[in-house]
């Protein structure tokens, strides 16, 4: 690889070393995971006769590790196949055969310095000259760990931090030393960001670094506030959650899943780090201490020990009832008792739901209420912190920004915050209020700029507080956003469902923006008017977007409310245009190519399946999904499965293609969905010649590259007698199978219903012999399936019953 790493040793197989050995293999590489060595016997190992000097015995705490992570929900690993690409020893036997090879060695032992100190020192003894050690302490001065080194190890010696669950969370964070040689930081960050995915910012080497020390003010701050103002936790949680562009988990949810026990950990450990940071004492504050030693005090610890600021009640109908912490009673009297949820209402909250984050801000710190007081409390409070932390703990605004969002999920970080808000207006009323914010602010204001970011020809700019002017924000070429694309030109065509923009080198990109990004009329609107351009001088189309998901398939309201009212001209017209869309998509003369990531259901597989190319985020959860409403797939995803699983093996002579075709009716009849890009891979979604890419922030740059690379000698698919039809001995063994399903009780007869219909599509009807046939007799047959269960009472009730309460149906 460009970057020189191959080959990793992580050392310390806990939950967050196996994690990074798991998202390493993930990345493709060759990963060593070691642990020390037992020094005494279980009593199983005993009563087998087993001595510590047994290779299972030797290996028992690191394979413990390993299997932890392997079996851990959420999957750490893409597949299951990527568990061989580690290989596991002890720190006894395999310490020297693993680091002497090793081009990056990842510290990942107990946080305190004296055994890191020692690890370091082996280390040195024996890793290569070149090779990157690096430490994942997550508040250990990483100077300290390199104390009594080489100046030659220092150079090449720096904090990785990552967020756990590593394959998750976006963020790294990297500290270097002031001995540490820029170039290695240069060399780990381009590696983080291209080969692991990573949102990589550089810290400076101070207490928790950026991200937990931005997080431990803000949250102590917010709950010290709440408690003395008289807040529920409820009300705090539906303040500070998605209506503030942030995690729906709020400010005392999200405590509970770190755990009591690690807040007041936290805080107790910072506090004497940070003598100079004026704002510490709310850390120590009050009310705020006093409620998290009750909780302690009780062994109440969050989510690990099922209670903590919420506790779970379930009544006899198995309803959950989720009651907030009293925590006033908990402060002043050392109470713990539990109220009741009455899911709070504001009246700015109310009229500002529906609008976009920065519109919402805006309106919510001003508003002259409970919920505006609070919002205006922790937004100003958080600004005035930020700008007091820089350049101690960072010297880019973006960093800081950075880690904030991909760390913790914020959908905009402080300084992007304020400058929605309007940095001079705020500036001037938190300092009415008595609230100071650091001198250079001020400075760059009086010096005429009055935003933290900002544009020149088109390119994002960043203020700097070291040269006091902005700078180009430091970013990859191969990350392209969204709202520099628009800033820069207008859409091509748009309406409220999607927009056609001009990514460059004639490229176009289709975006999706309805609701879920769900197919509907307006999307196939846009997508026509980019058909018609790649009939003209387009090079080619992206289909992409930056939503929380690629999209969820087909409104689904649409054939609910026609269906259940008679409409099948409508139905059957909107089941034609979708196909027709499709496929003038697959025909067109000029590539296309899809850039799906997270969920991508139904009509949102089967708009990709249509693309020339697939390059696919990493987290891409891909699956056709349509048999839990009681249907199939019906805009070519069951065509295009049978033309790319089964047709490529039905070349050769005397081929079975039951397998194949088996394959394809359980990828679909049981609404299989991947857990990652590479499962999709393996289900079939994705062609050994689809790219997956690991960071999302470089998907589109990559998407319009592929199409750059298709567009020299282009010519369009063959899309006449391409796909095979097995026809009715095929179908008639697959009836079989059906019936033996539905009369062992493992389908309901309405399951049999659809089964069948998806079999004879699959199978391309009854035809007398096997035969090859053109694309558009599969869509036909795939819209007469439609229609006919469409029309059926169950599957009726399956569709309303997923609209109603998000989950299917079995009837």
Not at 10 to 35: E, F, H, R, S
Not at 412 to 424: I, K, M, Q, S
Request: aromatic fraction near 8%; charge should be negative; glycine fraction near 8%.
């Amino acid at each position: 690889m460009p970057y020189g790493i191959n080959t990793v040793t992580v050392i310390g197989a806990g939950t967050m070393g196996a994690a990074i050995a798991g998202q390493l293999a993930n990345a493709g590489m060759a990963v060593t995971l070691l642990d020390v060595a037992p020094s005494e016997l279980t009593a199983q190992e005993q009563a087998a006769g087993l001595t510590l000097e047994h290779p299972k015995v030797r290996n028992r705490i690191v394979q413990a590790g390993f299997e932890r992570m392997t079996k851990a929900r959420p999957a750490n690993l893409f597949s299951a196949e990527t568990a061989s690409r580690i290989k596991l020893g002890n720190l006894s036997d395999d310490f020297e055969r693993a680091v002497s090879k090793s081009d990056w060695v990842i510290e990942v032992i107990i946080e305190k310095a004296e055994p890191k100190q020692a690890l370091m020192q082996r280390i040195e003894a024996v890793a290569p000259a070149n090779a990157i050690i690096s430490s994942n302490t997550s508040g250990i001065p990483i100077h300290l760990i390199s104390e009594g080194r080489s100046a030659a190890f220092k150079k090449r010696f720096l904090g990785t931090h990552f967020f756990n669950p590593p394959r998750y969370l976006h963020l790294l964070e990297v500290i270097p030393t002031p001995e540490t040689d820029s170039q290695i930081v240069t060399r780990i960050r381009d590696f983080a960001e291209h080969v692991l995915g990573k949102g990589v910012v550089i810290c400076k080497d101070t207490p928790n670094f950026i991200a937990h020390r931005m997080f431990s003010y803000v949250v102590s701050d917010l709950r010290a506030f709440a408690i003395e103002t008289g807040y529920s936790v409820e009300e705090v949680d539906r303040l500070t959650g998605d209506l503030l562009g942030r995690p729906k988990s709020g400010t005392f949810r999200l405590g509970d899943v770190v755990g009591i026990d690690v807040l007041a950990l936290v805080n107790e450990n910072l506090y004497p780090l940070i003598p100079d940071d004026e704002d510490r004492e709310v850390l120590h504050g009050r009310y705020s201490t006093a409620a998290l030693k009750v909780l302690l005090d009780n062994k109440l610890l969050g989510s690990k020990t099922g209670q903590g600021f919420y506790k779970t009640v379930t009544d006899a109908k198995g309803e959950k009832t989720f009651l907030g912490l009293d925590v006033q009673a908990a402060a002043e009297a050392g109470e713990v008792s539990y109220i009741e949820p009455k899911k709070p209402r504001w009246a700015s909250v109310g009229a500002v739901r529906d609008l976009p984050t920065t519109y919402r801000l805006r309106e919510l710190a001003n508003a002259e209420d409970p919920a505006g007081e609070l919002i205006w409390h922790t937004l100003s409070h958080t600004l005035a912190y930020a700008s007091k932390r820089v350049p101690e703990i960072a010297d880019s605004l973006a960093d800081i920004d950075n880690a904030m969002k991909w760390g913790f999920g914020w959908e905009l970080g402080p300084f992007e915050t304020w400058d929605v808000l309007g940095v001079a207006q705020t500036v001037a009323r938190m300092e009415g209020e008595g609230l100071s914010v650091a001198p250079w602010v001020k400075a760059m204001l009086a010096n005429g700029h009055q935003t933290f970011y900002t544009y020149a020809n088109t390119k994002p700019q960043v203020y700097s507080v070291l040269e006091q002017q902005v700078v180009p924000l430091a970013q990859s070429d191969t990350v392209l956003k969204l709202k520099d694309l628009k800033r820069s030109k207008r859409p091509l065509a748009e309406n409220e469902s999607a927009s056609l923009l001009d990514m460059g080198d004639g490229v176009l990109l289709l975006e999706f923006h309805s609701k879920m990004n769900a197919l509907d009329a307006g999307i196939f609107a846009i997508a026509q008017v980019a058909i018609e351009r790649l009939y003209g001088n387009a090079t080619g189309l992206v289909i992409g977007n930056e939503g929380h998901n690629f999209s969820v398939g087909a409104n689904l309201m649409v054939l609910g409310t026609a269906a259940r009212a008679g409409q099948w001209q409508e139905v059957e017209a909107a089941l034609k245009a979708g196909q027709d869309a499709l496929m003038a998509l697959r025909k067109a003369p000029k590539p296309v190519v899809a850039a799906p990531f997270q969920r991508v259901l139904g009509g949102g597989v089967e708009i990709s399946l249509a693309s020339d190319r697939i390059v696919a985020q990493a987290e891409t959860y891909m699956g056709l999904v349509e048999f839990g409403v009681g249907i199939i797939p019906g805009w070519g995803g069951c065509k295009e499965l049978v033309r790319r699983i089964v047709s490529p093996h039905m070349h050769a002579t005397n081929v079975n293609p039951t397998p194949y075709l088996r394959q394809v009716f359980e990828t679909i009849g049981f609404a299989k969905v991947s857990t990652s890009a590479v499962e999709a891979r393996d289900l079939g979604f994705l062609s050994t010649e689809d790219r997956i890419v690991m960071n999302t922030d470089h998907l589109l740059a990559e998407a319009k590259r592929a199409v750059l690379q298709l567009a020299d000698g282009y010519t369009a698919p063959i899309t006449k007698g391409n796909v095979y039809a097995a026809g009715r001995d095929v179908l008639a063994s697959m009836k079989i199978e059906i019936y033996s399903l539905q009369s062992g009780g493992y389908i309901s007869a309405h399951d049999a219903k659809i089964a069948n219909k998806l079999a004879y599509t699959l199978c391309g009807g009854d035809l007398s012999a096997p035969q090859w046939m053109d694309e558009q007799y599969f869509l036909d047959l795939e819209r007469e399936a439609v229609l006919s269960l469409a029309a059926e009472a169950k599957t009726q009730e399956r569709v309303w019953y997923m609209l109603q309460n998000g989950k299917p149906l079995r009837n």
